[in-house]
């Protein structure tokens, strides 16, 4: 799986982050991609430039995906409620029954019509 493996990735970059700030000598808390920009040389830093931007790109697109994925499922589950409502509501009353009868409990219904 996708997200299994990207876990994996981080770990392996987590150290080789440490590892190269400490070469840098810049803080262990300043391991943003911006930071190692600076740091860099101007070859390096144009490239790491290129890479932040390209991965911008990629966080706004999936972030307008997750939005669209939010508002289809949402569309989804309303539909669905209002088809789960549909289907168990019950029948207006009648106006007229036989004598002795209830009309609501002629028509009542559920999912499941039957008798136990």
Known sequence: MLII???KLEKLRQ???KELAAALGMASGQTAL???INHADSQ???KLTVIREQFTGITDELA???KLNERLIQQS???ISYNINVLSQTMAESTYVPKGQNGED???R???DTKA
């Open 5 to 7: 493996e990207a876990g």
């Open 15 to 17: 150290p080789l982050i």
């Open 34 to 36: 911006s930071a190692f």
């Open 44 to 46: 390096i830093s144009a």
């Open 64 to 66: 307008q995906l997750n």
């Open 77 to 79: 589950l309303d539909y």
């Open 106 to 108: 002629r028509n009542r």
């Open 110 to 112: 559920s999912i499941l």
